[in-house]
């Protein structure tokens, strides 16, 4: 398997659940320039990371990879099994993600995206951190009582989130004003699979430095 990632984004979440199988990978982080490389675009057409190949399968789009190594490899629990009761909760989860709290992270990083007017990007990343606050305040309530995402044991949803609200610690309301994903993103920190993906990254953990 080889995963084609960028530092610092989403990807990160598939190169700790990789990890955590303890099945053999590779990892290669592209640039912006790489991403959009005839290349690249061959494997993975929207030009954007991450992309797992498996053999013949590309397959893109980080919640359908977590996903994809839930059910390759039963043994690694890093996820419900399809006849689990809580499977329909990580899908949930999984698809709130990706689907709700990352879109709601691109106008703080690309407010030129979203404003024809080039003295409103300010406009646009303030509109960005309200959404992000409405939904790690979701988040934060899930958790309440709870040590993880889905069920009790971590999961491909833990590193999903972990990956998206490291982006937030810098914020005017940081993530570690969410007590229960702050203590659940100081657990994953402290995960041996997590920090040897930061080392092999060259980054460091936003929740132990928070």
Sequence with gaps: MKLYSAIGTCATAIHIALEWTGEPYEVEQLDFKAMKSPEYLKINPSGVVPTLTDGDMALPEGAAILLYLVDKFPAANIGPAPQDANRADLHRWLVYLSGTLHP?????????????????????????????????????????????????????????????????????KPTSAYPNIHRLMQRLANDPAVQKVHEAQGTASKALAA
């Design 104 to 172: 709601y992270f691109w106008p703080h990083f690309m407010p030129m995206r979203f404003t024809t007017d080039a003295n409103g990007h300010q406009a646009v990343q303030e509109a960005s951190h309200i959404l992000v606050d409405k939904s790690l305040t979701l988040i934060d309530q899930h958790l309440d009582g709870k040590e993880w995402m889905v069920g009790n044991e971590k999961s491909v949803a833990d590193a999903f989130l972990y990956a998206m609200a490291s982006w937030a610690y810098g914020f005017e």
